[in-house]
């Protein structure tokens, strides 16, 4: 079956370095994309989202890129900080169902 | 605004047994979604309410069944509780297509021993 699933299973960044966090899925038809930020004892954060028709949306430090022709997306954080480190999961949205990857442990080092 | 929150935080049931885990959703939210997180793992979709009616289905067995109010706040029941059942059981709530991001509580985390 179609499945969401990551690059790397762990990322580790020195503070104030930029970190990108990759992900790729394989379901052509989701239209929808979010990325999430889970702490520990915590449950999923919202960070950022983008549709199908959008190749690039960017927020506070954060910044999406799609790429429909490879099916690749990633999460870019500029300046990476301390608060940052935990696990990601990018999320892809289809028909009501919204499926998740198994997540990048982002360490970020002082 | 009230975010999804979730009890209890924590629970130790025995093999066999059954549970009730309760949800209630983000206020201005009509549509609650139920996912299980084992440890080191993304979430699986267990289930999603809309309307107080099943509106889609994961891969989990009818064991694990689930109720929504009138006031949206939600039900997931488990019977026969397995070791495997072990799990962070996470609930979300987002508005019924607007396309909006599912929201989370902090989950309950359940122990089958």
């Known amino acids: ?110 | 605004e009230t975010g999804v929150t979730q009890s209890p935080t924590h629970l130790i049931k025995t093999r066999g047994q059954q549970v009730t885990l309760r949800c209630s959703s983000q206020s201005g939210h009509n549509t609650v979604s139920w996912y299980q997180q084992a440890l080191g793992q993304g979430p699986q979709f267990i289930f999603q309410y809309y309307r107080e009616e099943e509106n889609g289905r994961g891969n989990f067995p009818p064991r694990f069944s689930g109720l929504q109010f009138p006031n949206y706040s939600s039900e997931l029941n488990v019977n026969a509780l397995e070791l495997d059942d072990s799990a962070l059981y996470l609930c979300a709530s987002n508005v019924q297509g607007t396309g909006s991001p599912l929201h989370f509580g902090n989950g309950t985390r359940l122990t089958v021993t």
Not at chain 1, 10 to 29: F, H, K, M, P, R
Not at chain 1, 52 to 64: A, E, I, L, P
Not at chain 1, 70 to 78: E, F, R, T, W
Request: hydrophobic share 35%; proline share 4%; net charge neutral.
């Open chain 1, 1 to 110: 079956g179609e499945s969401v699933g990551l690059h790397l299973p762990t990322l580790s960044v020195q503070e104030g370095d930029n970190s990108i966090i990759n992900c790729a899925y394989s379901n052509s038809a989701s239209d929808y994309f979010i990325w999430y930020k889970q702490e520990s004892g915590k449950g999923p954060q919202f960070i950022i989202d983008i549709r199908s028709n959008m190749d690039k949306r960017q927020g506070q430090r954060v910044t999406v890129l799609l790429n429909k022709t490879v099916k690749h997306l990633s999460l870019q954080i500029a300046a990476t900080q301390p608060g940052d480190s935990a696990v990601y999961f990018c999320a892809e949205y289809n028909n009501n169902d919204m499926r998740f990857g198994a997540g990048t442990r982002l360490t970020v080092k002082p």
